[in-house]
């Protein structure tokens, strides 16, 4: 799928693609699952809320399922610190790239409408679907950092998304599985506090319960059950440890082989400041990958 654009519209191909391989599969009684990363599971919940049909076909079959690594359900608060330019990919994007600067990279990134769908749906002040908190945080920033805010079209496009992937039947606990990650630091919020001076500031602060770019808690479903692997966000369809695990969730909907119960991090705050990533003075093709 194209991650830049809105998953309602990729929702079309993903159905077809489902639709292909149903007909390959129902001649021979065999299921069809979606393991689906990240953003994916948003696709996935795109198709069933706007291709009904489409799901209840695949779910004629009692072992079809969908397992959903790391997908940030909630939103993720990696997607406010791309669009200020806080963000490691987007600094070491500008550093490679011959034609445009960080400025003009970022507002290519805010025209995306899927990245804007990821936005974090929080239970603060900070609507962050919101143009009057785009403004906020772009007059704290003035002078500081180049980078425009959102358009507030594309604002309302993604909350009308989030509003409907939100209310429509998209939570099937019987056939939906979820497996997080593990980090040491996850953006947790994007914060305007005032220093020593008295001058605002634009602060992210991290949370020790994620996977490095979604916290558990805007990651998990009410009534899915949820498995822990230790691994980092972007590795958890990689992560060859868990392949047996995977296997098992997507055979029988459970599994042994991994915890149901998160980790602690003793002695870590809940919440700590989460220091900007520092940016390799040279970044090669592997980093680049990773971080993306």
């Known amino acids: 799928y194209d991650w830049r654009i809105s998953p309602l519209t990729e929702a079309n191909r993903l159905a077809e693609a489902v639709e292909s391989k149903l007909d390959e599969a129902e001649p021979r009684n065999h299921p069809v699952s979606i393991i689906a990363h990240s953003m994916g599971g948003l696709l996935a919940r795109a198709m069933i809320a706007t291709h009904p049909e489409t799901w209840a076909r695949l779910c004629r079959h009692p072992d079809a399922r969908v397992l959903m690594l790391g997908t940030p359900n909630g939103g993720s608060y990696i997607v406010p610190l791309v669009f200020t330019g806080r963000e490691s990919m987007v600094k070491q994007l500008a550093m490679v790239d011959f034609t445009n600067n960080q400025a003009e990279l970022l507002e290519i990134l805010r025209s995306y ?4 769908q990821m936005l974090p749906v929080t239970e603060t002040d900070s609507d962050f679907f919101s143009a009057e908190t785009w403004r906020r945080l772009r007059g704290v920033d003035d002078k500081k950092r180049e980078w425009i805010a959102p358009d507030a079209s594309l604002l309302e496009m993604a909350r009308v998304f989030r509003n409907l992937i939100d209310s ?33 500031q634009i602060v992210a602060q991290a949370s020790p319960e994620g996977d490095g770019r979604v916290l558990w808690s805007t990651g998990r479903l009410a009534g899915i059950k949820t498995w822990y692997v230790q691994a980092l966000h972007g590795d958890l369809a990689d992560h060859e440890p868990a392949f047996a695990a995977i296997r098992e969730l997507l055979e029988k909907g459970t599994t042994d082989k991994l915890p149901v119960v998160p980790p602690v991090a003793r002695g870590v705050p809940a919440r700590f400041v989460l220091p900007e990533e520092k940016t390799p003075l040279y970044p090669d093709e592997d980093s680049l990958i990773r971080s993306a």
């Open 113 to 116: 409408p899927g990245l804007m």
């Open 168 to 200: 429509k039947p998209t939570i099937v606990p019987d056939r939906m599985c979820y497996i997080a990650g593990i980090a040491p630091a996850t953006p947790a919020a994007l914060e305007i506090v005032k220093d020593e001076q008295g001058n605002e």
